[in-house]
């Protein structure tokens, strides 16, 4: 319940399927309740009964059907969903990285665009889904509709001149064929990214001249040995004759990965923490779409990357602390780390760094953040592992082992580290994960603790791949 200044209390006509405001009436400051309480409710009918709810059963009845339908279609063409689903959402960056994440987990593998097969939304192809080119920035409709019917009209295209001397370069300008380079579209043509940038300084004046010899009737000599008579046809090779930059190296994978991600707000070629899945389900950490699902105060932990950190210094006491901004394959979030934390961990807070952090959601004038107080490269992050035969499984033997990794547990975000057991039998050898309050606080000591009580075990690094 809350009050408010000057609540209008509304009267209302009930008709079949539809509530009528018949009067407005202000009772000055009273007490509000939300819509669906069976009492005391702001909404007066006009029989002076209070309205306990104004959602009828028609209308239930069709978001039931409607939740139907798409459950069904989920569960038997989750290709075909999915890819309505991101066609759908192409003009919001968030849910399109957030549906790519979902994509994942259901074993969908969404492919990035390709010059000679994407077409204006995504497409669902043989298991999988093309990446839509309505989704890359800096293309317009204008453009996509060049390149398509290009495309439609002479076939598929064989290099970057090649498209180049067929699309309408006024249209398709140099910004959109960056951006189509940089997302990976010319992938299937060359691979090497960095080389077709820097061909576009001479590829670009080269069709654009033969453009206007095309606009103003001329005939180039080596469209005529070409067979093709001066016209646009696929059959003409002049654009073997195209000039081409000096070669160059391609991007580092990192550079290459930043650069497609700036064109589509997202990774889609890879992605690097996509060799972190499995330690993800190791680590019991939450995608970072689910941060604002958790309690308040509940502690988490999570497999990020940082896009950027921004430093600060307290002015209560001078010291440094950090704002971040952290991404996973689902989506953002941002963080902050306090002044004592920040002491710790603050050689690893720095931009484009691959981390598991542990900490705290905090929800703040409606929006969700983490308080990150630990940090951890994830190459670096170990697990221990214990073996055990299976007639040790439910007995005191099982209770003493759980005793000695509670006794290295530490307390809170310090308790970082994994243990599994291997339980080992004749034709069958299966590990078991022990839930997080029987994780470890230094893997040296617990391995060390373990070996002198009769548990073998051994310390090893979480593989990301």
Not at 47 to 67: E, I, Q, R
Not at 282 to 310: C, F, P, W, Y
Not at 357 to 379: F, H, P, S, Y
Request: aromatic share 6%.
């Amino acid at each position: 319940m809350a009050k408010i200044g000057a609540n209008p209390v509304l009267k209302l006509l009930v008709v079949p399927k539809m509530a009528k405001i018949i009067s407005r009436k202000s009772l000055g400051t009273q007490p509000v309740y939300d819509i669906g309480v069976e009492r005391d409710h702001n909404f007066i009918l006009a029989n002076g009964k209070v309205a306990s709810n104004c959602f009828n059963k028609s209308h239930s009845t069709a978001y039931g059907y409607v939740t139907y339908q798409t459950a069904y279609l989920k569960a038997n063409y989750p290709v075909e969903y999915m890819t309505a689903l991101l066609t759908a959402s192409s003009g919001s960056t968030d849910k399109v990285q957030k549906y790519i994440a979902t994509c994942a987990n259901m074993n969908i593998e969404v492919e990035q665009p390709d010059i000679n097969r994407s077409d204006l939304d995504f497409t669902p192809m043989s298991g999988k889904i093309l990446f839509g080119l309505s989704a890359v920035r800096n293309l317009g409709e204008g453009a996509i509709e060049s390149i398509l019917n290009a495309r439609k009209t002479d076939g598929s295209f064989k290099s970057l001149a090649h498209l180049c001397d067929r699309v309408d370069l006024r249209t398709v300008n140099r910004r959109a064929l960056e951006s189509l380079i940089h997302c990976g579209a010319f992938d299937c043509i060359e691979p090497n990214r960095q080389q077709l940038i820097k061909d576009l300084e001479v590829v670009i004046p080269w069709a654009q001249d033969r453009a206007k010899d095309r606009d103003s009737g001329q005939t180039n000599i080596f469209d005529l040995l070409g067979g093709s008579n001066g016209s646009q046809n696929h059959s003409s090779t002049a654009w073997k004759s195209a000039p081409k930059a000096s070669k160059i190296e391609d991007y580092l994978p990192q550079e290459k990965l930043s650069l497609e991600k700036e064109l589509l707000g997202f990774y889609v070629s890879d992605h690097p923490l996509k060799s972190a899945r499995q330690v993800s389900k190791v680590l019991s950490s939450i995608n970072l779409d689910q941060l604002a699902e958790q309690g308040k105060r509940t502690t988490i932990s999570a497999i990020v990357m940082l896009t950027e950190v921004k430093n600060h210094i307290t002015k209560t006491t001078g010291e440094p602390m950090a704002f971040v901004q952290m991404e996973d394959l689902s989506g953002q979030a941002e963080g902050v780390i306090f002044p004592k934390n920040y002491q710790r961990i603050s050689s690893l807070i720095t931009a484009d760094t691959s981390l598991i952090v542990w900490g705290k959601v905090d929800n703040k004038d409606e929006r969700t953040q983490m308080i990150i107080e630990d940090a951890e490269l994830i190459e670096t992050v170990k697990m221990v592992i214990v073996d055990l035969r299976p007639q040790q499984v439910n007995t005191r033997e099982l209770d003493n082992l759980k005793s000695i990794l509670q006794e290295h547990s530490g307390q809170n975000y310090q308790s970082k580290v994994p243990v599994l057991a291997r339980v080992a039998g004749a034709d069958y050898n299966q590990l078991v994960r022990f839930g997080s309050k029987y994780w470890v606080q230094d893997h040296r000591e617990t391995v060390n603790a373990l070996n002198a009580a009769g548990f073998p075990a051994h310390a090893c690094a979480l593989k990301t791949n």
